[in-house]
C-alpha cells in the first residue's frame, strides 16, 4: 500500500447514494492537505484512470467498477469561523452542517438555495449546487484547487459559475475547500429551512438516487417535459421513473448500472423526438474508462 489511507477493491456502491457501482481498484481517503496533496502528486505518476469523489449523491457508477485510483476528500472537514461571516470550509464537510450550523445558528441568508442537498462542500462546489434560490459558489470568496501544476487559491468571480457547472476545476483535479462570506439575513432562517426540507419530502421520492438526473434546460423544466412523454413510472430492471418527480430515476430493487442508464438513454431519445429538446445530464455516470458523457458517445 503506498499510503496508511490507501485501500485496495473498495467496494463504490456504499459510497454512493445511487448505491451501484463495482470496486476501484484503488481508493485513498487522505485526512489533511498535505497528505491530498502527496496522494494526488502520487496519482498523477501513476499510469492509471483518475476520478475525485466526495459523498457519491451525484454519481452513477459502472457496475465493473473503476480500475484505477478514487481519491476521496471526505476526511478534509475543517470549518473555521474566520470572523465578519467569513470561514474556512474544507471539502470533506457535509453540506447539510454548513447549513444547520453556522447558516442557520447566525442566521445567514442563503439557507433556501442549499437545504435539502445532500453531500459534501467538495462535491457542491465541484457542481455549483443549489436550487432556484442560490448556488454554492455565490457565497465563495475563493476556492483552493490542485492541479498538475500545484495548489492554486483561485478567487472566486460570477464568471468562473453557471448553472450547475464552474470553470475553475477540471474533472479529475482537486477541490480541498474554499473560503466563504455570508450575510446576516433580514428575516429569520429557520422557517426557510423548514419549510423547504418538508417541501423536498413530499416533492421528492425517498430511496436510493442522484437527485435530478437531468439540469432544466434554459427556460423549462426537465421533469415537466419526461412527464409530459408520459414516462413516469416507467421501468427497466431494478430502476424506475419515480412516479413522483419524473426527474428522478430510483434504485428501486437491486438496480444494475445498465438498468439506470437504459433508462436515461431512453429519456434522453423519448425528450428529442417529442420536443426536440436535448437533455443534458446533470448526474455524473462514471464508466471504467472515466466520466461518460451520452452526447460525446454518439448518441
Ligand atoms: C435526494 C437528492 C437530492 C438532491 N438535490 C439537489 C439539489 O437540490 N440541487 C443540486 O444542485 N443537487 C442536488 N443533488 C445532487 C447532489 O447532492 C449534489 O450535486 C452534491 O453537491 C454532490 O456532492 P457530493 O459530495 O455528493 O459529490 P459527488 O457525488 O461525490 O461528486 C459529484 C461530482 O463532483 C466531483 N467532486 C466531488 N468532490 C470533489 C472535490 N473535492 N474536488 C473535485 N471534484 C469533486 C466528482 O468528481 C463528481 O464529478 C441531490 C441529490 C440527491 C441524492
Redesign the pocket.
Known sequence: MPFDFARRDFSLAPA??YRVGGPARLALFPRTRQEVQAAYEWMLEQPLPR?????????LISDEGFPGIVLF?VELRELTALGDDRYYIG?GVV?DDVVRGPMLERNYEGVGGLT?????V???I??N???VNG?TCQWMTSVDVLKADGLHEIPMTPDLYNY?GQRF?A?G????GGHFQFHPAATPQRPIYDHYKQRRLEK?PQGY????VFKNPEGDHAGRLIEACGLKGTRHGGAVISPLHANFIMNEHNASFKDILFLIQHTKEAVRNEFGINLEE?V?IIAPAG?LSLDAAGK
Do not use: Y
Open positions: 454512493t447514494l476520478l475525485v469523489l466526495g459523498g457519491g449523491s451525484n454519481v476528500t471539502a453540506l435539502g442537498i445532500p453531500g459534501t467538495g462535491g457542491a465541484f457542481m449546487a443549489g436550487t448556488s450547475r476545476c474533472p483535479e482537486v477541490i480541498l421528492q438516487c442522484c437527485g435530478s446533470e455524473r466520466i
